[in-house]
């Protein structure tokens, strides 16, 4: 059975820095594209960032390029969120998403609150 969980979630102030993990059992990913994903209150989920089997691939939504950096490693089958200068509209529920045609898993999500 395949479990995505996520941790390292918290309150920060903002300008603060939080690290976030997802552990992945169950099945390997390394060839697949990790994603993090969040929802805030009250709005949709919106994607955060996405890097590829490799780990060579990275892509980030443009509210977050700059300050947040995703990566993995694949020997422990895990995917990190480093997030620096974090500002109170980061505030939102964090998921670690990994998908394909065939599949579809994602965490329970980790709380992150950016206070001002």
């Known amino acids: 059975q395949v479990h995505l969980v996520e941790s390292g979630g918290g309150l920060v102030q903002a300008g603060g820095s939080l690290r976030l993990s997802c552990a992945a059992s169950g099945r390997t990913f390394s060839a697949s594209t990790m994603r993090w994903f969040r929802q805030a209150p009250g709005k949709e989920r919106e994607f955060v960032a996405a890097i590829s089997g490799s780990g060579r691939g990275t892509d980030y939504a443009d509210s977050v390029k700059g300050r947040f950096t995703i990566s993995r490693d694949n020997a422990k089958n895990m995917v990190y969120l480093q997030m620096n200068s974090l500002k109170p509209e980061d505030t939102a529920t964090y998921y670690c998403a990994v998908y394909s045609a ?4 994602w965490g ?3 709380q992150v609150t950016v206070s001002s």
């Open 108 to 110: 329970q999500g980790t």
């Open 102 to 105: 065939q599949y579809e898993y």
